[in-house]
């Protein structure tokens, strides 16, 4: 199984951008797609998830700015991200659970300039 994140770049404040995350050599839709962020100097952190019946959790920093969803379709997962804040800037992952197997993409760099 091999996650490909993309969609990253350099936005002003206030911006928006989508990331998406396409999924290869798996079939199955029994799983759990994820966004987590590192920035420089932290541990990387959660974001959000969709679970297998599409129903989502945010973490608070990004509540009501941030949306994700899938197409399973497609093996795509996606983050939306509006009111875009110099904070978020970062590394966004994509992760994705199946059972007790877990796999992340490479990452994509998010810049939020002021």
């Known amino acids: 199984v091999q996650l490909q994140a993309s969609g990253g770049g350099l936005v002003q404040a206030g911006g928006s951008l989508r990331l998406s995350c396409a999924v290869s050599?798996?079939?199955?839709?029994?799983?759990?797609m994820g966004w987590y962020r590192q920035a420089p100097g932290k541990q990387r952190e959660f974001v959000a998830r969709?679970?297998?019946?599409?129903?989502?959790v945010y973490a608070d920093s990004v509540k009501g700015r941030f949306t994700i969803s899938r197409d399973n379709g497609k093996n795509m997962a996606y983050l939306q991200m509006n009111s875009l804040k110099p904070e978020d800037t970062a590394v966004y992952y994509c992760k994705r659970t199946v059972g007790s197997a877990v796999y992340w993409g490479q990452g994509t760099q998010v810049t939020v300039s002021s």
């Open positions: 969709i679970l297998i019946g599409g129903s989502t």
């Open positions: 050599g798996s079939t199955s839709n029994l799983n759990v």
